[in-house]
């Protein structure tokens, strides 16, 4: 099929143009752990990288090969490789990639636990400087002779911060070094890093891909825009064998996948798939949901602050109109001094009180109390994340019972 199809229907029939036995419309779940062969060459041949093939599932099996090529394509990369987590995918990556004395200039509002791991790979001898990533000039500053990456969100999570993701682009493509988008939060469906000049783009298939809390996965994609030549820590064997445009992406199935092991289930991998049939129609409802509920609760007495990049207040709102085709599903929100922020939360009957984000049923966290605990109030002051703070993961439910959930949470506390 050509690739001018839109973004639907691609997605609808990848599985099915990779020609699955019997006709199958969906790649099936291949159990296999690993692959026989009549004759030993062939076996050898797969080792070598000579032909494609499956020689022990850990480093990947047919159901993970076509969830990744399905990801390539929502991506419009050049190759993708799936891990058993986005935090698998990360953390894979910078391992994969890196070496003690490299520096990393980071965004300072990432996800928690990439935040975490990055301080794991401190510890470990790289060197890495986080900054505001709203302005480039920020990630100029840090700039420095080992600078080898650049580590963003498209929106951040929960205050929602937006980065300057064109801007950044362009430093990293006239420095050379190694640009790394986490397009988690946006999607795919919402935006493609390609466009800002990423080389590498990371997915949570948890989140908005897989869409329906019911299956973990990671992805990394390589948009083909590096030119891993330039790239010094490209290991002899890889750079021997395999062609230059994919010589980042099989160090990371190697060293990240392979010897890292955080694999893909295949059974996941399907949950995974399925659920990405429909991205587009959830997202286009959720984010609707989302700027409604925006709206009411920035006009709400009870709420002190809304963080949505959809509203004209928020710090990058143009930089979001310009960059994302939506303005997302996520959102936090502060209460007013005096309302007690559980007692809000348990007056809530349909929003879930739970941890993820991206699922179709609208979720609620208080965030300084779990997912930012750990920091600690300095770095979660830093982060601009206040002790009220309340992350709204917007599902697709009809709005209309989102919107008799939250007034009659507010009628109850203000009693
Ligand atoms: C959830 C999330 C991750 C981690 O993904 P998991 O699949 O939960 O490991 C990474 N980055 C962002 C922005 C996320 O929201």
């Given at each position: 099929m050509s690739d001018k199809k839109g973004f639907t229907t691609t997605i609808l029939h990848s599985d099915r143009l990779l020609k699955p036995e019997f006709g199958a419309l969906h790649q099936p779940v291949h159990n296999a752990v690993t692959w026989g062969y009549d004759d030993v060459q062939g076996l050898v041949n797969v080792f070598q990288n000579k032909t494609k093939g499956y020689a022990y599932s850990r480093q990947g099996n047919p159901t993970t090969t076509a969830l990744e090529h399905k990801v390539t394509q929502m991506e419009q990369g050049l190759a993708s490789v799936s891990f058993s987590t986005g935090m698998a995918a990360i953390s894979s990556t910078i391992l994969a990639l890196m070496k003690a004395g490299d520096h990393i200039i980071a965004s300072s509002y990432l996800f928690g636990n990439t935040r975490s791991i990055m301080q794991t790979y401190m510890d470990l001898g790289l060197d890495i400087s986080f900054v505001d990533a709203t302005d480039v000039q920020n990630i100029k500053n840090a700039y420095q002779e080992n600078t080898k990456m650049v580590f963003v969100e498209t929106i951040a999570n929960p205050a929602t911060q937006v980065a300057d993701l064109s801007a950044i682009g362009d430093f990293c493509e006239e420095k050379k070094i190694i640009y790394v988008v986490?397009?988690?939060?946006?999607?795919p469906y919402l935006f493609r890093p390609v466009a800002v000049k990423a080389s590498l783009v990371i997915n949570s298939l948890t989140k908005y891909i897989g869409g329906h809390g019911n299956a973990l996965g990671g992805s990394v994609t390589d948009t083909g825009l590096f030119n891993w030549l330039n790239f010094p820590n490209i290991a002899p064997i890889i750079r021997e064998q395999i062609r230059p445009e994919m010589q980042g992406l099989t160090q990371i199935r190697k060293r990240g996948l392979r010897d890292g092991g955080g694999t893909l289930a295949p059974e996941a991998a399907h949950s995974i798939s399925v659920g990405s049939e429909t991205i587009a129609l959830r997202l286009e409802r959720a984010c609707s949901n989302a700027a409604k509920l925006a709206e009411f609760l920035d006009n709400h007495p009870l709420i002190s602050k809304v963080y949505y990049p959809?509203?004209?207040?928020?710090?990058?709102h143009e930089l979001a109109a310009g960059l994302f085709h939506r303005y997302g599903g996520l959102m936090s929100f502060a209460l007013v001094d005096g309302i007690d922020c559980f007692k809000f939360l348990n007056e809530l009957k349909l929003v879930i009180k739970s941890s993820n984000l991206g699922d179709t049923r609208t979720l609620a966290i208080p965030v300084a109390h779990t997912i930012f605990f750990e920091l600690g109030k300095e770095r979660r002051d830093e982060m601009g994340i206040p002790d009220s703070m309340v992350r709204l993961s917007v599902g697709i439910e009809d709005f209309d019972d989102l919107l008799e959930d939250f007034s009659a949470a507010f009628a109850a506390v203000s009693n």
């Open positions: 986490d397009n988690t939060m946006t999607s959809g509203l004209k207040s928020h710090p990058q």
